[in-house]
């Protein structure tokens, strides 16, 4: 069982920044990605946004996100970040954290999933 706890959520203002913690129970094993992801309110699927590999030498981002959410890792502390830029009320979500292994270079099967953390943005 691996545990991950996704925290840093809060409620902000358009245009602001904030960065997501996903901290799990141990060190990643090799051939594994940590993902974020995000649900809406009101829709039932959950949105991919960005992907890292275990050793943090590669990172996948979705088209939506690219470029204003940065993914990253520490791997000393265990926690995967997501930086998120200009935040705009379309962004309002629970955000969570997963992890998986790496099938294909674009494919992840994710197995492991924590609880989210509520990002709102005010406009």
């Known amino acids: 069982q691996v545990d991950l706890k996704a925290s840093g959520g809060g409620l902000v203002q358009t245009g602001s920044s904030l960065t997501l913690s996903c901290t799990t129970s141990?060190?990643?094993?090799?051939?594994?990605?940590t993902g974020w992801f995000r649900q809406a309110p009101g829709k039932e699927e959950r949105e991919w946004l960005a992907?890292?590999?275990?050793?943090?030498?590669?990172?996948w981002y979705a088209d939506a996100v690219k470029g204003r959410f940065i993914i990253s890792r520490d791997n000393t502390k265990n926690t995967v970040f997501l930086q998120l830029n200009d935040l705009q009320v379309d962004d309002t979500a629970v955000y969570s954290c997963?992890?998986?292994?790496?099938?294909?270079?674009?494919?992840?099967?994710?197995?492991?999933w924590g609880q989210g953390t509520q990002v709102t943005v005010s406009g």
């Open positions: 997963g992890r998986g292994q790496i099938l294909t270079a674009s494919k992840i099967d994710f197995e492991y």
């Open positions: 141990g060190p990643p094993p090799t051939r594994t990605a």
């Open positions: 992907s890292v590999s275990w050793s943090g030498g590669s990172k």
